[in-house]
């Protein structure tokens, strides 16, 4: 018989610390649906993607019924769309077509509308780009995410400065429902290809043809298990962090194995991260203020930011057979409760965010700024963040929202999982045009010599 | 496949009996009951063998919850598994 506290703590975690899966999510690659015309791929890439994703969301609540444990998102990502758009045609088709497929196998998102420009544009990338404010705004549940970066390539500042433009145009397309195209819009230094959460999520070209991630979630249960140990030393909460990160982690192996096995496909890999929601409980911000901050963005943040990642990971990595995707802390501001508050309160600025985005998972994540927020100043916001990433060989993201029309200390509101947050102060004072305009491409960092 | 039925509340007279009449019905058989009070809360937990059951588990686990629901106490219908893998390497 399993002992009967083990039984207590995981019922406790699911019931009082918002202990779940945060998704499952389907990787199908779409490189057999190109062809010379479009409306023929539309229809492979709908029909293939509501052939193999067709028990996706019943599968997910099975699962969920039969364990016990909340299942949050069952999701897709597809090949980075610019691919296929390389064959010509009109990008915003595949959108539609990608809307389609989402509406009738009931995944809440499709991720992939992306493309990959590091190094450079090739035939269909720069269409794709310059269609996805009118993709997102035409669409419901359709991701979108551009690779602007890499450690091994350096960073593409053409496609810095395109999507600086492209991120405003996409808040101006979507100003009627408080800018929300932008938050279904993410930049990326070092994208991954086998991450299951959104709005980043894509299915890399190095991946099989059908695949299944598994991200967990648990902000909640860590911040629950380090309140035990009030008086501890950073080295037993780190302890009691990879304990906690394991158990979250086991449960996520668990579902990702017997999902693969129910849908039969592939098992890839799972996220181990830390993603909070604006529940009350189930905050990023809350964990570190539990490790001893007075409130999360003062200074000692990137320190308790940095263990707590390394943690999560340490402890997860033993947990599963496959570890990949993101795994780390994210700290999207409207998506946590104690981030809202620590930016409504102001001791959370974007220039701490942007420091603690050097130790953790992701990046700039969820930022509202204010609607004035020029271009050349949204693709300085990227480069930096991108810079951040290739020069420490880890993925960086950023995710800002432009409120049209309003100024900082307002709040904008998305609902459910995307939250709700204060719009948060950019320097404007001074224009790095100059800068941004030159555009050519940063090289990449030297590996070694490392100071 | 064997399933971990927990009832977790006040501790009242018959929540054991009415928790195996439901298991009866549905012909769970109940391998183990380990029962005990826990910060003042009442704590049954039972294995159950559902192989046999004369039901989907779906139905056994709404029985179960709406039982729980009648009496005010949560019960919850769960997969051994993730109990294992959870706690045992």
């Known amino acids: 018989m399993i002992n009967l506290n083990d039984i207590m703590e995981t019922i406790n975690m699911i019931s009082e610390e918002n202990l779940d899966i945060r998704t499952i999510t389907m990787g199908i690659s ?292 496959s570890v990949g995707g993101l795994s780390g802390a994210f700290i999207p501001v409207t998506e946590d409760a104690g981030m809202i508050d620590a930016a409504r309160s102001g001791d959370l600025l974007l220039e701490k965010l942007e420091a603690m985005t050097a130790v953790c998972s992701v990046g700039l994540d969820m930022i509202a700024v204010p609607g004035e927020t020029p271009a050349e100043v949204i693709s300085a916001i990227i480069a930096d963040e991108a810079a951040i990433g290739m020069v420490n060989t880890k993925t960086t993201a950023v995710r800002v929202i432009p409120a049209i029309g309003k100024k900082a200390g307002e709040e904008l509101q998305f609902g459910g999982l995307l939250g709700s947050g204060p719009i948060m102060k950019v320097n404007l004072t001074k224009s790095p045009k100059r800068f941004i305009d030159r555009a050519g491409r940063i090289p990449a960092p030297l590996q070694s010599l490392k100071n | 496949m064997k399933t971990v039925v927990s009832v977790i509340g006040m501790d009242a007279v018959g929540i054991i009996s009415e928790v195996s009449a439901v298991c009866a019905e549905c012909n769970a058989n109940i391998v183990d009951i380990t029962q005990s009070v826990l910060q003042d809360m009442f704590v049954m937990v039972m294995l159950t063998e559902i192989e046999e059951l004369n039901c989907s588990f779906s139905e056994f686990s709404d029985k179960m919850k709406a039982l729980g629901k009648d009496r005010g106490l949560d019960i919850r219908v769960m997969h051994e598994d993730i109990f294992n893998s959870m706690h045992r390497i």
């Open chain 1, 30 to 321: 779409l490189l057999d649906c190109a062809g010379p015309d479009i409306k023929s791929s539309c229809e492979r890439v709908y029909d293939k993607i509501t052939r193999k994703a067709e028990h996706l969301v019943k599968t997910g609540e099975d699962i969920e019924r039969e364990y016990g444990i909340p299942i949050i998102n069952k999701r897709i990502s597809v090949t980075p769309i610019a691919l296929l758009a390389a064959a010509g045609g009109d990008p915003l088709l595949y959108a539609k077509a990608l809307q389609r497929a989402a509406d009738s196998t009931g995944v809440n998102f499709i991720g992939g509308y992306s493309a990959l420009v590091h190094k450079g544009f090739s035939a269909g990338d720069e269409a794709l780009i310059r269609s996805i404010p009118e993709a997102l705004a035409i669409t419901e549940n359709i991701c979108s995410s551009v690779n602007i970066g890499s450690t091994k390539s350096g960073i593409n500042m053409d496609a810095v400065k395109l999507m600086g433009e492209t991120v405003r145009q996409t808040a101006e397309r979507t100003a009627d429902r408080d800018c929300i195209g932008c938050a279904k819009l993410v930049v990326f230094c070092n994208a991954v290809e086998d991450n299951p959460f959104m709005a980043g999520a894509f299915h890399g070209i190095g991946e099989p043809d059908c695949v299944v991630h598994v991200g967990v979630s648990g902000p909640g249960v860590v911040q629950a298990a380090l309140k035990k140990c009030p008086d501890g030393d950073l080295g037993r909460l780190a302890e009691i962090i990879k304990r906690t990160a394991f158990k979250i982690t086991r449960m996520g192996q668990l579902v990702g194995t017997e999902a693969s096995k129910r849908l039969g496909v592939q098992f890839g890999i799972v996220d181990l991260s830390l993603a909070p929601t604006p529940a009350v409980g189930d905050s990023v911000a809350h964990i570190l203020e539990e490790m001893g901050l007075e409130t999360c963005g003062i200074h000692g943040t990137t320190a308790a930011l940095a263990l707590l990642n390394d943690a999560v990971k340490k402890g997860g990595v033993m947990a599963s057979s």
